[in-house]
């Protein structure tokens, strides 16, 4: 049963840490990304990463780091830096450059900063 | 000046009227154009896709694409409560592998 999956659900997290939001994919493939959504708003992007061992920063990237070690998989970091990080988080992965353009979305972390 | 406009409704209907959802864009290296549906708490789950001017129908629901006007709809036919949820466009073009989203536009259909 292919697909995306996050974890975790819900995250909750005390200011001054750092923590990980899980991406997997088993669509084989290429390109993976990471968005964050504001209640209300469109969806923005963090960071994104079309092959393995390479990523580029989106148009939200302070204070979020992320690594592309696997195909299938981009964790993404929220850093204490993020000075805002309470929002929903969405990962979605396309085909890329060898392939169709469409993304697939993953069912999102929500992430709660207390 | 954003590179898709959307307007964020909230939008609401009786069951069974027709939608028309709308977006506008900026950039005319737009090549495709994709449309999305999230109900709420959810991942978006794509709708409809299609790369050029013109119409593509897919059940009750229709993408439109005037590249000329830079101007993107979405028609739904029939509508049902079951489509109730947000609807965000995101056009792209090959080069930059990359999807912009529309703010996402929250519509209601009422029993």
């Known amino acids: 049963d292919g697909g995306i999956t996050q974890s975790p659900k819900y995250l909750f997290r005390k200011e001054g840490q750092n923590v990980t939001l899980s991406c997997e994919q088993n669509?084989?493939?290429?390109?993976m990304y990471w968005y964050r959504q504001d209640p209300g708003q469109g969806l923005r992007l963090i960071y994104y990463?079309?092959?393995?061992?390479?990523?580029q920063k989106g148009d939200i990237a302070e204070g979020y780091s992320v690594s592309r070690e696997k195909k299938e998989s981009f964790p993404l970091t929220v850093t204490s830096a993020q000075k805002n990080p309470t929002a929903f988080y969405l990962c979605?992965?396309?085909?890329?450059?060898?392939?169709?353009?469409?993304?697939?979305f993953g069912p999102g972390t929500r992430l709660t900063v207390l | 000046q954003k590179e898709v406009e959307q307007d964020p409704g909230p939008l609401s209907v009786p069951e069974g009227a027709i939608v028309s959802l709308n977006c506008t864009y900026s950039?005319?290296?737009?090549?495709?154009f994709m449309w999305y549906r999230q109900y709420s708490r959810k991942g978006p789950e794509l709708l409809m896709y299609?790369?050029?001017?013109g119409n593509k129908e897919d059940g009750r629901f229709t993408a439109q694409v005037d590249k000329s006007s830079k101007y993107i709809s979405l028609f739904i036919r029939d509508s049902q409560p079951s489509d109730s949820a947000t609807y965000l466009c995101?056009?792209?073009?090959?080069?930059?592998?990359?999807?912009?989203f529309g703010q996402g536009t929250r519509l209601t259909i009422n029993p």
């Open positions: 669509l084989n493939h290429d390109a």
């Open positions: 990463s079309q092959i393995v061992n390479d990523f």
């Open positions: 950039n005319s290296a737009f090549q495709y």
């Open positions: 299609t790369y050029s001017s």
């Open positions: 995101a056009p792209g073009n090959q080069g930059a592998q990359k999807l912009v």
């Open positions: 979605a992965s396309s085909p890329g450059t060898s392939g169709t353009n469409e993304q697939f």
